[in-house]
């Protein structure tokens, strides 16, 4: 297990920072409600407060300076976001009166929380288990709809339920093992092979259906990469064009994202589509464009759809196509025909036929961009999905203990050796909703975070 | 009075757009409980709940879909912010959330806040008069500990209390002249004159208190322009970057403030120093430097202190001192001789010496710059202090009256002339805390908010 350092009282900042109406200040631990107090001054002492109130009164400096007017509301353990008593206070949206509030409480022996620490704590204390902390994260960065639901998917526990429920079936064929165990010095007939085997395989099953909404999972929630690539003149950038006033785009930016190839963000029926128009990925003896060409090929390559543009007056380059393929593996390329607005009947093949100027046919191309990007099955809002790397890892590894097990057990090796692997993968699962874990992990997981969440 | 259109249910985002922690929405109407009640599910209806308590539950569609798990704060009129039934509804810090909750609220026939609307409610329905209401906005926009204390000074009703007590002397001086009114035609001896008088001069003396305070308010407020001019090489960028090293720099952008002038902006002791580095104010032929040349000009023209540097190697420019004066009179400017580090004796007369390689002076040119700015007169955390235009103009206008009372009571005119005017000085004087107010001034006052507030 971890190092639980909860001891301390943290304070931070929980709303974005900048100028607003309001602003909200959140402390958690031990002796977070008698510290607010003795800068806090309202009607009643917060300690006299029941959990769950609000409470009016003003924010006063030791020296008698008031810094704000607010609104504190009190939470007592077990009763709250972290488990621990906490309290929220409620101010006017000025950084200077945020900031002036925390260096108080600072000078109180709070200190400030590191990121995703209210959450840590939430999970230290049993509130949420790995998973759902994880989807905190990723519940606040969601852009799509798409990603929102199935980051809320797993805060609401699909996933854990899944997983705890596989980690059940697994004690219960562990036992049989064991029992087995228990008997061997008695020589006794190893009668329950068939059923055990039985027993791993349908783990298995369940496992592998879980890592195959992995592709669904991941491309709900970091979204689909399309390049867009072909021949000079085709049209490519008024697709481009057509494709983000037709679509959802996505305006806010994404940090730490700079390329030079040009990258839209659009959403498309809730799912968020990035698209890198390419300059080109032919080869060429000029320095800069041989640059341009390789970004471009990096775009390709990291794509999980490529649209092959051609137009009705040229056909699309074989040439291209091969070289496509070869990057990215050809069930990825959808070959676009476009101005057809200009020749109805070009006899040139193609999976979609559009115009960038009409928009005939860019509603059917957006239905095969998605159908490519996630597949053909589908799921409903109860099914458990797989969207994040680190689960799909422990998935794989529970199997491939699994897979081991099974083996021995065909093989008609000892009880304890299948024992071990069978345990190897409960622990896997287990490190899925955090009942196995490690600083690291949880290190990993949580300086994902902002601060105050 | 003005229109009072609260009879509909607001809602706004009231947090900093953005992702963070938590965000929270506001919700203020008859019908706010009510309506939050349709798409909240918690373990009890907020249409049950007491006012100031928190309750935890999920924010739901019509169709069944989770939202988010939200904290529901309750506020029961007229015990809240507007005075009205309001909701606080704390969510995930998530844009895609907020708007996929204030959607469902719209489509409830909520309808989205105006700017500043729930601060126009709370002074509609009497929980803060109009500078109280006005101070909200400089409370959050404040960016030094001076603007801060000012505006809490203002919210916490200092400004208010001195303006109703002024009232409350002229409407004792009134009475006086109606009183004479009423006994005009018995031809009674105008026995008060002097008395009159009297009353009449000090509620001028208290107004012209007030209005002394507004340049130390205004520069508290908006802080302080100042302009570095100076020959090439005596050092205004060594001096600016000791400046900006020395004080607390503010590293806040100010949206809309592009100038090809170079502006810092630093605090020192609190007071928010906007710093201007001017290329030079003299006369060029060459365009691209008249260009310049002009945008210098404007920098001294709206500043409130200009240094004039000059070193110990060259005298001051007595051309530019002259033609400083007349852009922006003797008294704002600062002869700052720089470069005392290499010569200690010049010889040449200056208000302070300063090095900005080792510091020396530079306290003293800090102390001069704020005595400068706000002026010799100190003022307490208890003094009402006028930092806000409209105010200063009531104020003036509010004296004016009287003085036209006074003559007219000099003068020996009928008391129905000085009933007039002392009734327009207790109108100006209204006018200040809203009592008399039209929905023009409301309008102009509340447009300057931010949606939320």
Do not use: W
């Not at 353990?77 to 950084?95: A, F, L, R």
């Not at 950038?237 to 057509?242: D, I």
């Not at 305006?251 to 498309?268: C, L, N």
């Amino acid at each position: 297990m971890t190092t639980i350092k909860n001891e301390d009282t943290i304070v931070a900042l929980a709303t974005p920072a900048g100028v607003g109406a309001i602003a909200v200040i959140r402390v958690s631990g031990p002796k977070a409600i008698e510290t607010v107090d003795k800068i806090f001054k309202g009607r009643k002492k917060l300690s006299e407060a029941s959990t769950h109130t609000v409470h009016y009164g003003t924010i006063v400096t030791g020296e008698g300076e008031l810094i704000d007017d607010v609104l504190v509301s009190v939470f007592r353990k077990p009763n709250s976001y972290t488990g621990e008593d906490s309290v929220e206070i409620s101010t006017h949206g000025s950084p200077l009166i945020t900031q002036k509030i925390i260096e108080l409480l600072l000078s109180e022996n709070l200190r400030i929380a590191e990121p995703g620490e209210f959450t840590k704590r939430a999970f230290l204390n049993n509130r949420i288990d790995l998973t759902q902390a994880e989807a905190v994260v990723d519940v606040i960065n969601a852009r799509t709809e798409a990603s929102l639901r199935g980051s809320r998917n797993q805060l609401d526990g699909l996933l854990s339920q899944k997983v705890k429920q596989l980690r059940e079936m697994l004690i219960n064929t562990s036992s049989f093992v064991e029992l087995e165990l228990d008997f061997a010095e008695e020589d006794i007939e190893f009668v329950n092979k068939d059923e055990l085997i039985k027993r791993i395989d349908d783990v298995i099953n369940e496992i592998d259906k879980l890592l195959s909404t992995y592709s669904f999972g991941r491309v709900i929630r970091e979204g689909v990469n399309v390049a867009l690539v072909g021949k000079p003149n085709v049209g490519k950038s008024s697709l481009l064009n057509y494709i983000l006033k037709e679509s959802r785009a996505i305006v806010s930016e994404i940090p730490g994202t700079t390329r030079d190839v040009i990258r839209e963000e659009v959403s498309i029926d809730g799912i968020l589509f990035k698209l890198y128009d390419t300059a080109g990925i032919r080869a060429s003896e000029d320095v800069i464009e041989k640059e341009g060409v390789s970004r471009s090929r990096e775009a390709v390559k990291i794509s999980d759809v490529v649209l092959l543009i051609g137009d009705v007056e040229q056909k699309f380059s074989d040439d291209l196509e091969e070289e496509l393929k070869t990057l990215t593996g050809s069930n990825h390329i959808i070959k676009v025909l476009n101005k057809i607005d200009l020749k109805k009947e070009s006899g040139i093949d193609a999976d979609v036929k559009v115009s960038a100027i009409t928009g005939e046919g860019i509603e059917e191309l957006f239905r095969i961009m998605k159908a490519k990007a996630i597949g053909s099955e589908s799921y409903t809002e109860k099914t458990a999905v797989v969207s994040n790397i680190r689960h799909y890892d422990c998935l794989k590894r529970a199997k491939e203990s699994l897979q081991i097990a099974k083996e021995s057990t065909e093989g008609g090796m000892s009880g304890e050796f299948i024992a071990v692997d069978l345990r190897r993968a409960e622990d896997s699962l287990a490190e899925i909703i955090g009942e196995v874990t490690t600083d690291d992990i949880l290190n990993n997981i949580f300086s994902k975070f902002c601060i105050g969440k």
